[in-house]
């Protein structure tokens, strides 16, 4: 199992910032792993930097 920190997870689901894109290596890594996960806590900090408008996403933050 892979456990991605905040950061990491918001970088993966919103690559088509460009700029925020993870390197290619990192990715392979995340999708190949057998299993990924991410801490409950990283649900609410990416709401709240949604929030503060820190972070836009592709996609609605409920998705």
Not at 34 to 62: F, H, T, Y
């Amino acid at each position: 199992m892979l456990l991605l920190d905040t950061h990491i997870w918001i970088r993966w689901q919103n690559t088509a910032k460009g700029n925020l894109a993870l390197p290619q290596r990192l990715v392979e890594l995340i999708e190949t792993a057998d299993r990924v996960a991410i801490r409950a806590i990283s649900c609410w900090e990416l709401g709240q930097l949604v929030k503060r408008q820190w972070v836009v996403l592709n996609m609605p933050v409920a998705d």
